[in-house]
């Protein structure tokens, strides 16, 4: 157990010498856990120990410096890769029964016939009902090496005895292009969640998509986008900026300035991707952002904004600005270290202060609420130093932390209620919408053979809602007529694209949702469909 503690601290010390040698610190940490094993009072965990001391240690230099423990390695692989090794669905655990919300298409449960509202109750023989299984559970059984079998028992819906299925895993896909649809005759709509290796493939291929439908103007959404690989953003960017143009470029102490450029290489001459023209190199481009939008989020917002190539519309992004390379520690876990900021094209520095320490840092979300930013832009007070020209209109632009919008459109928290928070926060309209397609999934079908009708034709009638009152009330939540007013169109909006969601896919919930209730979705809009973006002269 020493030598182990000691391998992980010997692996990581170099961030943490400065002005001391490698010798003084890690003789230290080793003097201190040599006491423990010695004297202290109870046997313990020096595993355990040793991940809490790194990852105190981490927190002395900046937010983005952390320690992935090998546990969880495998599910960030999988988040970056696009992609893991299962059998195909989405699921939820429903009164303690592991319940199929649908299958993903072309995968190994949909080629053997498993359908959404089915029930997984038995797996390789094992019951898995009414056991209080959890998602960690799932995933141990379902996942597996590509090709491997697994059978399933499923009690389906009129049918009296268990379904068995016979189940080969194989590699499924982590879609990051959540949606893509014409929002208008000429105008396209691409909802990307993430910059996974699959994004580009993905994003390509929705853009020649929506050109085949007629697209002129693109409304790229980016809000709540974490972020990913920076080749992913590169490659993003790439297919709105023509060749030569700088997109990012990146400096710390140990790593000299590296630019990344809208051709092929990147400043050391290596190359991300073959040749080719972008998707999307003229046209009207809106993207759209908020609070928590960031890292490659903002690279590609940052880069689309400097050269005035696309209109920002939202909220200020999240403000991460610094570069992070993953290292390999002896018992699998890995350190991810920061070695340098990222700076947008016309020199702005994209990271937000950290200076005042981890926990200011983790409250800043909070802090900006607070303080009025997210509905009121003159709540933001930037210094003139802070401000920069873009590098082909010479319109001012911030740096100081994230990226601030083009146009600003404010947090609307009037439709929000108490009675809807707890709703919301419990999941009842996930459960509600899920059990109510699943009661009525062929009478809807029969009503709604496509959802270009169920968008005309459905509303959510008062027999829908009398079961919905009736679901909170199973919930303990109380029934306010006040706070229902006030939630009215927002709880029926969400109701409906819920069931859309359900009955074809999670894509129709943004359909439904952007129209009726994104208010920077609306505002983007109607600015791409209007004069005034051409009255700015961006690069169309």
């Known amino acids: 157990m020493k030598k182990v503690f000691l391998a992980l601290l010997v692996a990581t010390s170099f961030t943490v010498f400065g002005q001391h040698t490698e010798e003084e610190t890690t ?50 692989n999988e ?57 960690s559970g799932v995933r141990k059984r379902l996942l597996g090496d590509k090709g491997s079998l697994v059978v399933l028992g499923i009690k389906r819906r009129k049918e009296k005895e268990i379904l068995s299925f016979d189940v080969r895993r194989d590699k499924i896909p982590l879609f990051s292009v959540a949606a893509s649809y014409m929002a208008t005759k000429k105008t396209g709509y691409i909802k990307v969640t993430s910059f996974a ?36 953003a590169k490659q993003m960017a790439d297919e709105f900026l023509d060749e030569s143009k700088l997109i990012v470029y990146s400096e710390g102490r140990s790593q000299p300035r590296r630019d990344l450029i809208a051709d092929d290489k990147d400043s050391y001459g290596r190359y991300y991707h073959n040749s080719k023209k972008g998707e999307f190199e003229k046209g009207k481009l809106v993207v759209l952002v908020d609070e928590n939008s960031a890292s490659a989020s903002e690279i590609v917002s940052g880069a689309l904004q400097d050269w ?54 983790r409250d800043d979300y909070l802090n900006r609420y607070l303080h009025g930013e997210f509905m009121h832009q003159d709540s933001i007070k930037l210094p003139d130093s802070l401000q920069f020209k873009t590098l082909k209109l010479g319109r001012t632009v911030y740096g100081g932390g994230g990226i601030m919008p083009d146009v600003f459109v404010p947090l609307d928290t009037t439709e929000l209620s108490d009675m809807y928070r707890k709703i919301s926060r419990k999941g009842i309209f996930n459960t509600f919408t899920f059990h109510y397609v699943d009661e009525n999934r062929e009478a809807l079908n029969k009503a709604y053979p496509d959802f ?51 009955l074809w896919d999670f894509s129709k919930f943004y359909k439904i949702y952007n129209e009726k209730e994104n208010e920077i979705f609306i505002k983007g809009l109607e600015i791409i469909e209007g004069k005034t973006i051409n009255d700015l002269g961006l690069d169309y």
Do not use: W
Not at 28 to 52: C, H, N, P, T
Not at 97 to 113: A, D, F, S
Not at 201 to 225: C, P, R, T, V
């Open 27 to 76: 003789g230290k940490f080793e003097e201190v856990f040599g006491y423990l094993d010695s004297y202290y009072v109870d046997e313990f965990d020096g595993a355990k120990i040793s991940d809490a001391a790194i990852v105190a240690m981490l927190k002395e230099l900046d937010p983005h410096t952390y320690l992935i423990p090998k546990e969880e390695v495998q599910r960030s």
């Open 79 to 135: 988040r970056i890769n696009g992609s893991f090794v299962g059998v195909g669905i989405r699921f939820q655990i429903m009164n303690d029964t592991l319940t199929v919300v649908n299958t993903i298409e072309g995968g190994p449960c949909e080629k053997v016939g498993v359908q959404a509202g089915d029930k997984i109750v038995v797996i390789d023989g094992e019951n898995v009902a009414g056991i209080g299984l959890q998602n």
């Open 197 to 232: 290796r699959t994004t580009p493939e993905e994003l390509s291929k929705a853009i020649d998509e929506l050109k085949a439908q007629g697209m002129k103007n693109l409304i790229l959404d980016l809000q709540g986008n974490g972020g990913g690989l920076l080749h992913v």
């Open 308 to 361: 005035d190539r696309a209109l920002i519309v939202g909220r200020r992004t999240f403000g991460k600005g610094l570069v992070q390379r993953p290292y390999n520690l002896s018992d699998g876990s890995i350190i991810r270290i920061t070695i340098a900021r990222y700076y947008t094209p016309c020199g702005r520095f994209i990271q937000k202060p950290y200076t005042e320490g981890y926990d200011a840092y």
């Open 452 to 502: 270009e009708t169920f968008e005309s034709e459905f509303d959510v009638e008062e027999e829908i809602l009398d079961d919905f009152m009736a679901a909170i009330k199973d919930e303990d939540i109380e029934f306010v007529e006040e706070d229902y007013q006030t939630s009215k169109k927002l709880i029926h909006t969400i109701l409906k694209a819920r069931i859309a969601s359900n």
